[in-house]
């Protein structure tokens, strides 16, 4: 039996639908029907959510917000357990598991809605033989619009890397990475450019406890780098026309990704002049990029951008700052941002809705 | 806290784990850790799951099978609310919710199967302006391998439908349809096509048991035929070197995609010459293909192919064996394939596999 509420909403959207309500004031209503349970919670990329309460029906709610306008994942906890939205299709793509996603709009487009007469580019899914892995991997491509027309046009190139929770995916999926570029070169705002995004996980979740964590983080950082500069990069640079010098090429990434952007490129300016990290966990830079602290003269040089951004309220606001500090005692030209929000998707849209555009100049 | 089983798994696993486990008898053991609850199920596309056993540390398992090898779907359900499997990060895409998936391999790498050495095709994303709809539609497309380089070449297609549980990522992601069309054409066995894979859905799910809903699935249908034809079709001869010709495009589709699949392409065989239904839900052809069952003689010079296949434990095999007979009855001819299998994706995954390499010959 499908709960009444949701029978309704179903009928009444034009559009796949869930559970949840989105007021004219940006305020969500979340509902749960579940007659039995003892305790009902949400929690999404907003921050705190809390306990709904049950009605006579069986049926608990909750109204959050408002919000600023945004997409939110979030994820329902019934007694303990996580449970999914079942009357929502709309999912971001995780490394394990998954989360609904929810839309507020603003009043006007953001720039990760689709917008009608903007031309989209295409992302591609390739896999590919990560052979020093061994195994077959993912990958995905954005090309600009136009791209299949305009055959003597080589392009430059943004490796987009996500974070531990998810996957090659997830900046396509629930990052709108491709929507965010397509609306930003419609408006002049951005070079035309090709969007990498990789699989930056190369071996199994690891408990942030475990006494291998650190071990592993290492181990999987360094494969990581081994797949991006012996396989991503010249497979790229082999199936599309791009242009593959290190001055076409920027690298930006979030969290996880923010390390590996950050750690990978600047040890590696042979490869890429344009550098990014967002909310980044770098505990230990001193060592991590060591050899570019080495000279940061001839870093200096060869580094067109590097751009550090952080949310406010992000718990790796003071390793952010740290690095900067660093940054700045090393005398490396950067440019530090921080943000309004948290460690989340709706921070790392709008980033890199700031970082693009700097982009190629 | 994760439960300590999935933890060792987590650990002992060289790709991303979860908490079943797959035997070498090709049964498979399903866990579930919930000490607290009173009922726990499992269901799957094996067909009859069952209610697990819990041990005295709340760990409740059941084991299944053996199973014949392929991709399974599946869900928990506990205390009558379904629930995904917390360790299992391979999911396959429906249109409301999502399952998880298992891989139940056999003693030689199936047809789905990624194979070392195989070239891979490239599935393409596309976003388009459904005009008549109103809205921007999803949309994949798979190139062979190779067609990046081959600038001359111009490709047969295959439309490939999905059903009414899907959308338009399930063929991919879950049904492996470029796995299998890359390995049909590495062993010489299909011709080098694309293959295009639509959203069939164009409005809100409906309850099976609405007093709409049989009014819903003619609309839905016609959105569907009107979108199929005057953008999907126009936009992948527009964008890839297709041959533009009925002589060079194919259709299939399962379920409710067979159903349009068959209905659309019946009565348009000015665009297709070769058509398939699997596990169709045609339940009354002599409307939904008056128009082409008025002049079979007509049609029987030009189709190429119609191939009908449905699972001899499928709930609709009774509608498609009263298809065969109606086609026979009328002097259509056709091939009716009743295969192992009931309604459920391992079928499908063998129909395509059957299918493609009788096309375009």
Same mark, same amino acid.
């Given at each position: 039996?499908?709960?009444?509420?949701?029978? =309704? /909403?179903?009928?009444?959207?034009?559009?796949?639908?869930?559970?949840?309500?989105?007021?004219?004031?940006?305020?969500?209503?979340?509902?749960?029907?579940?007659?039995?349970? !003892?305790?009902?919670?949400?929690?999404?990329?907003?921050?705190?959510?809390? %306990?709904?309460?049950?009605?006579?029906?069986?049926?608990?709610?909750?109204?959050v917000g408002p919000l600023e306008p945004n997409l939110y994942s979030y994820n329902f906890t019934?007694?303990?357990?996580?449970?999914?939205?079942?009357?929502?299709?709309?999912?971001?793509?995780?490394?394990?598991?998954?989360?609904?996603?929810?839309?507020?709009?603003?009043?006007?487009?953001?720039?990760?809605?689709?917008?009608?007469?903007?031309? !989209?580019?295409?992302?591609?899914?390739?896999?590919?033989?990560?052979?020093?892995?061994?195994?077959?991997?993912?990958?995905?491509?954005?090309?600009?619009?136009?791209?299949?027309?305009?055959?003597?046009?080589?392009? %430059?190139?943004?490796?987009?890397?996500?974070?531990?929770?998810?996957?090659?995916?997830?900046?396509?999926?629930?990052?709108?990475?491709?929507?965010?570029?397509?609306?930003?070169?419609?408006?002049?705002?951005?070079?035309?450019?090709?969007?990498?995004?990789?699989?930056?996980?190369?071996?199994?979740?690891?408990?942030?406890?475990?006494?291998?964590?650190?071990?592993?983080?290492?181990?999987?950082?360094?494969?990581?780098?081994?797949?991006?500069?012996?396989?991503?990069?010249?497979?790229?640079?082999?199936?599309?026309?791009?242009?593959?010098?290190?001055?076409?090429?920027?690298?930006?990434? /979030?969290?996880?990704?923010?390390?590996?952007?950050? &750690?990978?490129? /600047?040890? !590696?300016?042979?490869?890429?002049?344009?550098?990014?990290?967002?909310?980044? =966990?770098?505990?230990?830079?001193?060592?991590?990029?060591?050899?570019?602290?080495?000279?940061?003269?001839? =870093?200096?040089?060869?580094?067109?951008?590097?751009? &550090?951004?952080?949310?406010?309220?992000?718990?790796? /606001?003071?390793?952010?700052?740290?690095?900067?500090?660093?940054?700045?005692?090393?005398?490396?030209?950067?440019?530090?941002?921080?943000?309004?929000?948290?460690?989340?998707?709706?921070?790392?849209?709008?980033?890199?809705?700031?970082?693009?555009?700097?982009?190629?100049?």
């Open positions: 039996m499908r709960p009444v509420l949701a029978a =309704a /909403l179903l009928f009444s959207a034009s559009t796949p639908a869930s559970a949840q309500e989105v007021h004219a004031d940006r305020t969500v209503t979340f509902h749960y029907t579940a007659p039995n349970a !003892h305790e009902v919670s949400v929690s999404g990329d907003w921050g705190k959510g809390g %306990p709904l309460t049950k009605d006579e029906a069986g049926l608990w709610s909750l109204t019934v007694d303990g357990k996580q449970a999914l939205d079942p009357f929502n299709n709309r999912f971001k793509p995780e490394r394990v598991g998954a989360a609904n996603v929810v839309d507020v709009p603003g009043d006007k487009p953001a720039v990760w809605d689709r917008q009608p007469g903007v031309p !989209h580019g295409v992302v591609h899914l390739h896999d590919y033989d990560a052979k020093a892995l061994g195994s077959v991997r993912h990958l995905r491509i954005y090309t600009p619009p136009g791209y299949d027309k305009a055959a003597d046009t080589r392009y %430059p190139t943004l490796y987009l890397l996500h974070g531990s929770g998810d996957n090659e995916a997830t900046w396509s999926e629930f990052g709108r990475a491709q929507v965010i570029l397509d609306n930003l070169i419609a408006a002049g705002k951005a070079k035309p450019m090709l969007v990498v995004m990789p699989d930056g996980h190369t071996g199994p979740p690891m408990p942030r406890n475990s006494p291998k964590a650190a071990e592993a983080r290492t181990k999987y950082l360094s494969e990581f780098e081994t797949d991006l500069l012996s396989e991503i990069i010249p497979l790229t640079d082999s199936l599309y026309r791009t242009r593959p010098d290190r001055e076409s090429r920027a690298i930006i990434g /979030l969290s996880m990704g923010g390390n590996q952007s950050l &750690i990978v490129s /600047l040890n !590696h300016l042979d490869l890429f002049a344009w550098v990014g990290g967002m909310s980044s =966990a770098l505990r230990e830079p001193e060592t991590q990029i060591a050899p570019f602290l080495k000279d940061t003269a001839s =870093a200096n040089g060869k580094l067109r951008l590097l751009w &550090i951004a952080c949310g406010q309220d992000d718990r790796l /606001l003071p390793d952010n700052q740290r690095l900067d500090a660093l940054l700045t005692e090393k005398q490396v030209k950067h440019s530090f941002v921080q943000t309004p929000g948290a460690h989340a998707w709706p921070v790392w849209r709008r980033n890199l809705a700031e970082f693009a555009p700097k982009l190629f100049e």
